[in-house]
């Protein structure tokens, strides 16, 4: 099915550096004709666009059938460098599984999914991309009037946990079967001459999912809504919704307006992603073996891998956090006073690592984000004395994982705000220059260092949708 058309589409941004790692050229993409086809009017030549229909668990609740509703896949390229790439339109109208919405999506989610993932890629969290955001000249109606806007979004794929849940349900084993084979030509190709491929392509999953969500820990990131139908078995972070930064550290914080009960809150977002993981495992059952308790048993001892590989890596990633690069097994306690003083102090997350790092290299002129905490400052003691005991820099660990920048959820709501009331964008454009760059200083952007004043503190986020 074809994209709707719109009535006036206006490019706002163009992601260069992704279009030539796609291999086109920006001017081609900026070109009138180019911004017909990011915005829906024209079907790029040879592609045959599709709506693709999943399932999946939603806070808990079982949903039969809920597909792309507002998105529609133009087709895959291949990048100069040799990763095959999905190409989608989020925003272009109805479509099967639009369930009674509009299929449109307004600037400001635009803008918001645009920043955040490009803030991750450049934290070096596995993520969908941001290829262009265009204005379609249509308002679209939420609580109130916004302009109307579409983003092209890339991927290694687009396949979800609750695309395999919707043909399981189904009970269509012979669908399951080749949408397993077409992931693991795409994703685990060498689990293809394995001698359970299934199972191997699960392990995958496993594995790729631990170590993502350990990245998202360790720069406090929340995504919200991690329902399986937001979960891709490439390990990626996918729907940028009411996702967020958090400032001061809290393992129970929740910023999701539609999470009221704490579903998905920051310390949850393990132990959730095992629970998604066991509904693929139900749905992978009939083709990892004919005998279901033997594939239950086999399932089950991969599942039962995640919380030993997550451990693993985020015991790796946060000490690292801390400038060791050998960790100890005693080292996973020095982590967890750590995130302990700083719970109780309310400190700032993002600060308060990059306050080490300076300590570290010997720039921490300023004052400690934990204040004058008697337990912090013998913490700190203590974590000097190890970092003291390698020959390897600590900084030079440090600054490669501790960003400067952060997409803060006030300066995000602040560039989306005036886009949305003003169709000013400079605000946008100037938060994007600074979080693409996380882990450098840069000349006058102070303001997007410090945590919010308590009027600028955003208690909520909000999907979109």
């Known amino acids: 099915m074809n994209p709707e058309p719109v009535k006036a589409p206006s490019l706002v941004k163009l992601n260069a550096e992704l279009a030539s790692v796609l291999g086109f050229r920006a001017q081609e993409l900026g070109s009138e004709e180019a911004v017909e086809w990011l915005s829906g009017n024209r079907v790029p030549a040879g592609a045959e666009p599709i709506a693709a229909v999943y399932a999946g668990h939603q806070f808990g609740g079982w949903s039969p059938r809920l597909g792309d509703g507002r998105a529609i896949l133009l087709g895959e390229v291949v990048g100069k460098d040799g990763v095959r790439r999905d190409i989608q339109l989020k925003g272009s109208g109805q479509t099967p599984y639009s369930r009674s919405g509009d299929g449109r999506a307004a600037i400001g989610p635009v803008l918001r999914e645009y920043l955040i993932s490009e803030a991750m890629h450049a934290l070096g969290v596995p993520t969908t991309r941001a290829l262009a955001a265009v204005t379609t000249g249509q308002p679209v109606i939420r609580d109130t009037v916004m302009p109307g806007a579409i983003l092209t979004r890339v991927a290694e794929s687009h396949i979800r946990v609750g695309t395999f849940q919707y043909f399981a349900s189904q009970q269509d084993y012979d669908a399951i079967r080749a949408l397993a ?44 809504v991690m329902n399986t139908d937001n979960m891709t078995i490439s390990g990626e972070t996918i729907d940028y919704g009411p996702c967020a930064f958090m400032d001061h550290y809290n ?133 000097q004395a190890r970092i003291d005991q390698q020959d390897t820099d600590p900084a030079a660990v440090m600054s490669m994982v501790n960003p400067i920048y952060i997409p803060r ?19 946008f454009e100037r938060l994007l220059n600074v979080i693409t760059n996380p882990f450098e200083h840069q000349n006058d952007c102070e303001d997007f260092v410090t945590p919010p004043e308590p009027d600028e503190i955003v208690p909520a986020t909000f999907c979109g949708t």
Request: hydrophobic share 40%; charged share 25%; glycine share 4%.
């Open 251 to 383: 393992p129970e914080q929740v910023y999701s307006s539609i999470d009221h009960y704490g579903r998905y809150a920051f310390s949850n977002q393990p132990t959730i992603a095992q629970w998604n993981l066991v509904q693929l495992a139900q749905c992978l059952l009939p083709i990892i073996d004919q005998d279901r308790d033997h594939a239950v048993e086999l399932a089950q001892a991969v599942v039962d891998e995640f919380p030993t590989l997550f451990q693993a890596a985020l015991a790796s990633r946060m000490t690292r956090k801390l400038g060791i690069a050998a960790p100890e097994p005693e080292d996973a306690q020095l982590v967890q006073e750590l995130l302990d003083v700083m719970a109780k102090e309310r400190a700032d997350f993002t600060l308060t690592f990059r306050f080490l790092t300076d300590t570290a290299t010997g720039d921490a002129d300023h004052e400690s984000p934990v204040g004058g905490s008697s337990t912090f400052r013998e913490w700190m003691t203590r974590w």
């Open 409 to 427: 959820n006030h300066r995000v709501e602040e560039a989306l705000d005036a886009a949305t009331r003003d169709a000013n964008y400079e605000p």
């Open 181 to 224: 084979d077409f992931s693991i030509a795409r994703h685990d190709p060498e689990a293809a001459d394995a001698e359970n491929p299934y199972l191997t392509f699960f392990a995958g999953v496993v594995e790729r999912q631990a170590n993502l969500i350990v990245q998202w820990l360790s720069i406090g990131f929340i995504h919200g």
